[in-house]
């Protein structure tokens, strides 16, 4: 089920923040539909570099996307503390990010232009906001996610077959 959210001026959209290296991230949390501790990921044969494999999360297959290739991130190992962002929809997927940092409300007007961020990081984010002193980065999910699940769903189609 794809969440709607209709933004109101008055009120504050929460975010689920989280760090990927040094960078606060956050998505909507009504784009989220639960946070799980660092899982064994199968790898998929012949996968592209963007389908980091799949985990059964309760008995549901999903596929595990590579959100550091997406943000150009230099790439490391799992580790046991990273936490797996599971998004719902269609097709429910998730990624590894190395920490949450919590929910937090932020309203509509405090959400500034990218800016002058890096040409392959602008174009994936709503905006950003200070927090703490701190900047995060919003990513939409269909923004984020739409590309990948495109180039994931062969692969994971041949895996159901």
């Not at 990273?82 to 932020?106: A, N, S």
Request: aromatic share 4%.
């Amino acid at each position: 089920m794809e969440s709607i959210v209709v933004y109101m001026p008055d009120h504050p959209i929460h975010y689920l923040v989280f760090r990927l290296e040094e960078q606060l991230f956050a998505i909507a949390i009504t784009d989220v539909e639960r946070v799980f501790r660092a899982l064994w990921v199968t790898p998929v044969a012949d996968a592209p570099p963007i389908l980091s494999g799949l985990v059964n999360l309760r008995g549901q297959v999903v596929p595990v996307l590579n959100l550091r290739l997406r943000l150009e991130l230099p790439e490391r190992m799992i580790d046991p503390e990273d936490r797996l962002i599971l998004l719902p929809g269609k097709m429910p997927c998730c990624f590894f990010v190395d920490r949450i940092e919590g929910v937090i409300p932020i309203d509509n007007g405090a959400i500034q232009p990218p800016g002058s961020l890096s040409p392959h990081l602008e174009p994936l984010l709503d905006g950003v906001v200070q927090h703490q002193q701190q900047t995060v980065l919003l990513l939409p999910k269909k923004r984020l996610l739409q590309p990948l699940l495109s180039v994931a769903q062969p692969v994971l189609a041949d895996v159901a077959s």
